[in-house]
């Protein structure tokens, strides 16, 4: 989650599985797809090397 948190998006790991978006009361449209495109991309870095991993076994 600190990939998230350097590129600006707020999230919190609960409970082990659950990641909880903590933006303002208001956000808009485009600020959300903003943040769930940043959450891609930091989730897509952390599954390929477990996928590579996988694979080279």
């Not at 990641?19 to 009361?25: A, E, F, G, M, R």
């Not at 952390?46 to 996988?54: I, L, M, S, T």
Request: glycine residues 4%.
């Amino acid at each position: 989650m600190d990939a998230a948190l350097q590129q600006g998006l707020n999230v919190k790991l609960t409970m082990g599985t659950i990641i909880t978006l903590t933006p303002p009361l208001t956000v808009t449209r485009d600020e959300m797809d903003t943040a769930l495109d940043i959450l891609d991309r930091c989730l897509q870095q952390v599954h390929a090397p477990a996928e590579k991993d996988r694979n080279d076994r």
